[in-house]
């Protein structure tokens, strides 16, 4: 999944931003957020989660899974 994130995120980088939590060492954050399974994506607006899915996707459905979310049209 880094090849598809990184692509979006470089694509998307004024609309959102991608934030990565390393599982292996940061267990406090893994148990406060609920990660159960890898790769989980959560959508935070302000500060709070509004959001969450969980799977390897390809980048299209990555990217409508967040706008539905943020519930923002996609423009192109």
């Given at each position: ?48 989660i ?27």
């Amino acid at each position: 999944m880094k090849p598809v994130v990184t692509a979006v995120a470089l694509e998307y980088r004024d609309t959102f931003t991608f934030a990565k939590l390393d599982v292996n060492t940061q267990h406090e954050k893994t148990v406060e957020y609920q990660i159960r399974g890898t790769p989980t994506y959560i959508v935070f607006r302000n500060g709070e989660i509004v959001g969450r899915f969980i799977g390897a996707m390809p980048s299209a459905k990555l990217v409508q899974q967040i706008l539905s979310i943020l519930e923002i049209e996609e423009t192109e």
